[in-house]
């Protein structure tokens, strides 16, 4: 194995469920570590955790039988066999400071994940773009297909109401997170590889280290198994053909000629599209989606070849699904309409997200004939503003109004010099006419966004870290200007 990750063991054997014992996760609240948490509950394991802050997921958790603290402290670890965290826990944390100098077993989120999947039909989702929105897809459609799967998401779905559950069926599908080289314990049935791109070169540092890393991954799917795989990235592209070379069962999908499911053409329907695919043995289908964008229809692909070709589900049921499929939280979700003003909210953080995000948006209001597309943008990490600024500033050139919040850390301390404006001043040097406002306060961006929207304006709030509580307080200042049938100043 050739990830390597500083502060975990990759390549330990991963325990079974069931030898865990008691489990405390530290950072419960997040959105994989509640997933784990889900999982485990659903086996009957004792499940603890802590948070910084209490939230409806915290709730949510208590309710379903987890111990749930608010604050970190050592003493939470009373009676605890196995500590879990993920590569966001800061080494001096507590309870991992604890952990460790009680000589607790100690997993990464992957890990603990992972203990679920022996004697599983196991698919594992991953890719830069498109990961939790194909996983929300599959489970959404091998669930209409009357497989019962279980499944793990980055993201909450929907119609199901959650971002994991246990089901009775053999199928396990899970989102697989590339950004810190855990994505490789996984051991699958089936991988799907939605795009290789360089992302996350705070950890891998190089685009040629990224890549090797989805070579590892898709080389951990078990004998007989199946790489299902984008041809229209040339990243993904590249990967399944070497692993091809090497005597793996591959399949791909996309828009080129030469995928083994294509893409003959595609047209917008409302927020969604209908589009003809056709596969190689000859046969075409028409896939309907209610979510809009070619990359969701890509995203669709994907989990069409893994629920039919590689677990055995009826095409015509899995089709069925993904047209009832309503979308993942935090991806491309409508949060409200008020005036003619619609707020939409969306989880894109890397430069391939916010282009598909921000372009989708563009040409639905393109279509409608009226309004602007206004966007919110809070760029994620200093170390990826800081390397893909001008590609931050491409990304969000079709919008006719954009305002940056300042950048959030995460698990980040700040950099000296890495500011939005490095995302700004290209924006506003590009061709083209647009309003680009740097430097406003949390207030003052719903205030001028507010201002400046009229009737048939969308309003997109982005990013991974809390501008999505904006969204809520956006619907709220359109609902307070009072006279929602007049345009705003433009």
């Excluded at 996760?25 to 509640?34: H, Q, W």
């Excluded at 890719?127 to 897809?137: D, F, H, P, R, V």
């Excluded at 890509?298 to 069925?320: E, T």
Aim: hydrophobic share 50%; with cysteine; net charge negative.
């Amino acid at each position: 194995m050739t990830v390597t990750n500083p502060r975990f063991d990759l390549a330990a054997l991963v325990p079974a469920w069931s030898e865990l014992g008691a489990v405390h996760l530290v950072a419960i609240g997040g959105a994989g570590m509640s997933a784990v948490a889900r999982l485990l509950l659903g086996r009957g394991v004792a499940v603890s955790g802590s948070d910084a802050a209490d939230t409806p997921v915290l709730a949510a958790l208590r309710a379903a039988g987890a111990r749930v603290h608010v604050g970190h402290d050592a003493a939470h670890l009373a009676g605890v066999d196995t500590v879990v965290v993920s590569s966001a826990v800061r080494d001096d944390n507590p309870e991992l400071v604890a952990a460790r100098e009680r000589g607790l077993r100690v997993l990464h989120r992957s890990q603990a994940l992972a203990a679920l999947l022996p004697g599983t039909r196991a698919v594992a989702v991953a890719g830069a773009n498109g990961k939790t929105t194909t996983t929300s897809m599959l489970a959404v459609a091998l669930t209409h297909a009357g497989a019962d799967p279980s499944f793990a998401g980055g993201g909450e779905v929907a119609q199901l109401g959650t971002n994991a559950a246990l089901g009775g069926g053999p199928a396990f599908v899970v989102e697989a997170d590339e950004s810190d080289g855990s994505f490789v314990v996984y051991r699958p049935e089936i991988a799907v590889v939605t795009n290789v791109q360089p992302d996350h070169l705070d950890f891998y540092g190089t685009a040629a280290a990224v890549a090797a890393a989805y070579a590892e991954f898709a080389g951990t799917v078990r004998d007989g198994g199946l790489l299902v795989a984008c041809w229209d990235d040339p990243g993904s592209r590249a990967l399944a053909e070497a692993q091809r070379l090497a005597g793996r069962r591959v399949l791909t999908y996309g828009v080129d000629e030469g995928a083994d499911l294509q893409v003959l053409d595609s047209v917008a329907d409302g927020l969604g599209s209908r589009s003809r695919i056709r596969v190689r043995d000859g046969s075409e289908h028409e896939l309907v989606l209610a979510v809009p964008g070619p990359h969701n229809v890509a995203n669709a692909c994907a989990a069409l070849l893994v629920a039919v070709v590689g677990l055995g589900a009826r095409a015509s049921d899995v089709l069925a699904g993904l047209a009832s499929f309503t979308g993942a939280r935090r991806r491309f979700e409508v949060r409200g309409e008020v005036g003619g003003v619609t707020v939409v909210d969306d989880y894109a953080h890397n430069p391939a997200k916010v282009a598909a995000v921000v372009s989708t948006a563009a040409a639905h209001v393109a279509r409608s004939g009226r309004g602007s597309l206004r966007v919110l943008f809070q760029p994620h990490l200093y170390s990826r503003t800081r390397d893909f600024a001008a590609e931050f500033a491409a990304a969000l050139a079709p919008a006719a109004h954009v305002v940056l919040l300042d950048v959030y850390g995460a698990r980040e301390d700040p950099v000296a010099g890495v500011t939005s404006a490095l995302v700004g001043d290209p924006l506003a040097a590009l061709p083209g006419e647009r309003r680009v406002e740097v430097g406003l306060s949390r207030d003052e961006a719903v205030a001028h966004l507010a201002a400046a929207a009229g009737p048939g304006d969308l309003l997109l709030t982005v990013g991974a870290g809390d501008v999505t509580a904006l969204a809520p307080r956006l619907l709220e200042a359109l609902a307070a200007r009072g006279s929602h049938g007049v345009e705003g100043p433009r």
